[in-house]
C-alpha cells in the first residue's frame, strides 16, 4: 500500500503544482483582462504616470494575494476531500522555546509578496499578449 500512495502522491503533485503555478495565475490574469483593469491601467502611464505607479502596485499586490489565496483554497480543499494525498502535517517538536522575535516572517512575507508581484506582472503580460508601456517600444 506505501507503493501505492507513493506513486500517487507523485501523480497528484504533477496535477497540483502546474496548477496552482501555471493554471490558476493564467485564469486570475485573464479575469482581470475581461474588466478591462491592464488595459485601464496601462492607459493611465501616458496621461497620469503617478496614478500607473499606484494603481500598478496595488492591483499587482492583489493579484498576488488571490493568487496566492486561491492555491491554498486548492490545497485545503484537495486535501479534505482526499484528493491530493500529500505527506500529513507534521507537528513542530523542539526542546528550544519559541523565538520572542517574529520579525523573520515580516521580513519573509514580504519578500515572498514582492516575489510573487513580479510573478503576477509576467503572468499578466504573457496571458494578455501586452506589452508592458514602461519598457521602450519595440522596433
Given at each position: 500500500m506505501e507503493k501505492i500512495?507513493?506513486?500517487?502522491?507523485?501523480?497528484?503533485?504533477?496535477?497540483?503544482?502546474?496548477?496552482?503555478?501555471v493554471v490558476v495565475p493564467y485564469i486570475v490574469a485573464k479575469v482581470g483582462q475581461s474588466f478591462g483593469l491592464w488595459s485601464a491601467i496601462?492607459?493611465?502611464?501616458?496621461?497620469?504616470?503617478v496614478a500607473f505607479w499606484i494603481l500598478f502596485v496595488v492591483s499587482r499586490a492583489v493579484y498576488a494575494v488571490v493568487f496566492i489565496a486561491?492555491?491554498?483554497?486548492?490545497?485545503?480543499?484537495?486535501?479534505?476531500k482526499g484528493f491530493f494525498w500529500f505527506a500529513p502535517e507534521r507537528e513542530y517538536y523542539s526542546?528550544?522555546?519559541?523565538?520572542?522575535?517574529?520579525?523573520?516572517w515580516i521580513v519573509g512575507g514580504s519578500a515572498a509578496l514582492f516575489i510573487v508581484m513580479f510573478y503576477a506582472?509576467?503572468?499578466i503580460r504573457?496571458?494578455?499578449?501586452?506589452d508592458p508601456p514602461y519598457l521602450p517600444a519595440s522596433n
Open positions: 500512495k507513493f506513486v500517487t502522491q507523485r501523480i497528484t503533485g504533477l496535477i497540483f503544482w502546474p496548477l496552482v503555478i496601462d492607459s493611465q502611464y501616458l496621461f497620469n504616470p486561491v492555491d491554498m483554497g486548492i490545497h485545503k480543499i484537495g486535501t479534505s526542546s528550544r522555546p519559541d523565538p520572542i522575535d517574529q520579525s523573520g506582472e509576467l503572468a504573457l496571458s494578455t499578449m501586452t
